[in-house]
């Protein structure tokens, strides 16, 4: 049974979880389980150009905590096709799946690029079609930059936060992340990474190739 309803009204508490464009919630057996599509470009402060596709997380945010609070909702399944975008944004947002209490998974289909690396990896289980690919590159400063130190130290620490945050939420190290970030050979105009679905499973980027009926079994298995 599928809902897109706008609102679902939870049994016996006449509270209501907003289900958005780009959400639903299905049924099995009695269980519930909330998906959510992060697709294009993760918006942040700035408001990106008109027929650009963006995911704005100021209304992604609400939807967590939404799903986070529903007595009927038992889980969380991110799908992401992503080119990245504003990294505070995706950190916010990939912090927030990490402190969820319900099971929650994330399948990469398409691509899972840049700041879609960290969302990825921060559902309990992350899944990843062969056939997706995700870009581990540098962190990039748009718009005014000044030509200190401070700047560069800024972007820096910027950087090694990701990198914290990915190794403390996948098996691939710290030291293997920068590394793949930092590697000027593969990427011909710039500096860092290309995996597809098999080779971010063997980094320990990953945790599996799978698609969705992996990611729902995952769920309802922990439910």
Avoid: C, W
Avoid at 35 to 56: F, M, N, R, Y
Avoid at 187 to 196: K, Q, R
């Amino acid at each position: 049974m599928e809902k897109n309803l706008e609102t679902e009204e939870k049994s016996g508490s006449g509270t209501a979880v907003e289900i958005p464009d780009g959400a639903i919630v299905t049924e099995k057996r009695d269980s519930s389980v909330f998906t959510l599509v992060i697709a294009g470009q993760v918006e942040g402060h700035s408001e990106l150009p008109a027929g650009q596709k963006a995911t704005k997380y100021e209304l992604i945010i609400p939807q967590l905590v939404s799903v986070e609070e529903s007595e009927d909702i038992k889980g969380l399944l991110l799908i992401l096709n992503t080119v990245g975008g504003d990294v505070e944004a995706g950190l916010a947002l990939s912090e927030l799946i990490v402190g969820m209490r319900k099971p929650t998974a994330s399948l990469v289909l398409g691509g899972g690029h840049s700041i879609g690396v960290p969302l990825a990896v921060s559902a309990d289980r992350s899944f990843i079609v062969p056939t997706a690919t995700m870009t581990l590159h540098p962190v990039r400063a748009g718009g005014l930059v000044l030509g200190a130190p401070q700047s560069f130290n800024s972007i820096e620490r910027m950087q090694e936060r990701i990198i914290g945050f990915v190794a403390a939420h996948s098996r691939m190290s710290a030291d293997r992340m920068r590394s793949l970030m930092l590697n000027p050979d593969e990427i011909a105009t710039d500096m860092g990474s290309v995996l597809d679905g098999n080779m971010a499973v063997k980094e320990g980027l990953i945790d599996q190739i799978g698609g969705l009926g992996d990611a729902l079994d995952f769920l309802r298995s922990s439910f």
